[in-house]
């Protein structure tokens, strides 16, 4: 599947952990994102983090005694997520995801349901999302 590459053009040339960490309104979505993960993920298991950026959410759960992997299209990301090492990273696209059937116990969705502008784009994702629970 070929990546966005409107994505990778967005990612490139803005900061998505500076903008998560540095700014007090990626406070407020950091502290929110965390207050819906405790509301709603299991207690423990297994997390796919589809489209889960330089890894803040992973890095989160992680400290939480989740198991983590983290799947996202950006290598700038992955780098970025990859140098934390409490979690798994792979290079992958939302729509075709390099998991195996089963294999979770929940995935976090949140980048790739409004960056793919495409309805039939983000029922691939849906659809991934939901094979490898």
Not at 6 to 29: F, K, P, Q, S
Not at 52 to 79: F, K
Not at 85 to 106: E, H, K, V, W, Y
Not at 119 to 125: T, V
């Amino acid at each position: 599947m070929a990546r966005d590459e409107r994505v990778l053009r967005h990612y490139a040339l803005n900061d998505e952990a500076g903008r998560l960490w540095a700014t007090a309104r990626g406070e407020l979505t950091r502290r929110r994102t965390w207050d819906i993960f405790a509301r709603f993920l299991p207690e423990r298991g297994r997390v796919a983090d589809i489209g889960g950026g330089p890894g803040t959410h992973a890095s989160h759960l992680v400290g939480l005694g989740y198991e983590v992997v983290l799947v996202d299209p950006v290598p700038r990301h992955i780098d970025q997520a990859a140098a934390d090492a409490g979690f798994a990273c792979r290079l992958g696209d939302a729509r075709d995801l390099p998991l195996p059937d089963a294999s979770f116990d929940a995935a976090l969705l949140m980048g790739p349901l409004y960056h793919l502008a495409d309805a039939a784009d983000r029922q691939l994702a849906l659809r991934e999302a939901f094979r490898v629970l």
